[in-house]
């Protein structure tokens, strides 16, 4: 009885022993060839999606731009996402603070948002006179910010300004 409890221990030990000592640490996660950069290394998790009604508020900040019409700015954003398909849509507005001082926008942005990044257009209705978009290229969502690029893509009275620009917007609603 002696010698069977014995071999029963020896065998649970060196089950462990070769469970523990298996390339990935045992933990059954054996993607990486042993020896390779990420062998044993697991990838930090993805940043959380923004909490509760995912971009939905009011969202204001500042601009700049390549643009001596518009080289700086401010931008207040009303956005609402549809929790389902992550759609985001809502009014706009814009004013600049140097170039055309006093220049007011104002439009309706449409985009969606993808894990924790947001992209969209603002069709711009006004001021009268001018048509076109404010292209909004994926930006980094943060817990209460929003930044990126946007390219201005509008004619003004048939003028066609073109410009780069980088914004960020902070939560405020």
Known sequence: ??????QILTTILVLCFVGCASPGGGTGDDDDPPGSPDAGVTPPPPPPPPMGSGVTGRWTGSFTSDSSLASAGDFT?????DMTSHAVTGPFTGTVTAGASGTAFK?????????????????VSEPAG??????FQDAAIGSDTIAGNFII????????IMATGGYSIKRVQ
């Open 107 to 123: 439009g309706t942005f449409t985009g969606s948002r993808t894990n924790m990044t947001l992209t969209g257009t603002v069709a």
């Open 153 to 160: 893509n509008v004619s003004y009275s048939g003028l066609p």
């Open 130 to 135: 001018i048509t076109g978009n404010f292209d």
């Open 1 to 6: 009885m002696r010698k069977t409890s014995l």
């Open 77 to 81: 954003f009303d956005l609402t996402e």
